[in-house]
């Protein structure tokens, strides 16, 4: 597994993000029964890039917390049997499954984490889980796929004992 992580924020958070973050992100592999080693990227922004981010790439313009960048279709994801006709979905040099990038904003992190009364780092990781599942096509979109992802990210947080 291999997580490459960029900082652009003057932020630092109480706990080590890269020890959390691949925490995470292994038991997000695991919990959709991955068979691949994974490739991931984090970017750790501010609010005013994440501003930008969003309104780049979804015409909002306005900050957000986490934004999700899967490199693969979820069609593929459906069947990891059939990853291996998809030559494009994994790194040429390590053969690891390539899923996408992941953005977060070190200040919405701060924020939320006093709004909703819990640690920095539950935040951090509830942020993580939330990005992770929509790199593998999870969604909540409508009240079904937004009921099944409430439920991935529970139990993948309470399996990690990072609770509220």
Known sequence: MSL???IESNIDLPFSVEETAQLVIDATLEYVNCPYEAEVNLLLT???SMRQFNKEYRSIDKTTD???FPMLDEEILKDFSKLEEHLEAFHPETGE??????IVSLEKVLIQADEYGHSVR???AFLVTHSML???GYDHENEDERQKMEKAQKELLDQLQISR
């Open 4 to 6: 490459f992580i960029e």
């Open 46 to 48: 501010t609010n005013n």
């Open 66 to 68: 986490v934004l999700s």
């Open 97 to 102: 499954l390539v899923l996408g990038d992941i």
């Open 122 to 124: 539950r935040e951090f």
């Open 134 to 136: 929509h790199l593998f």
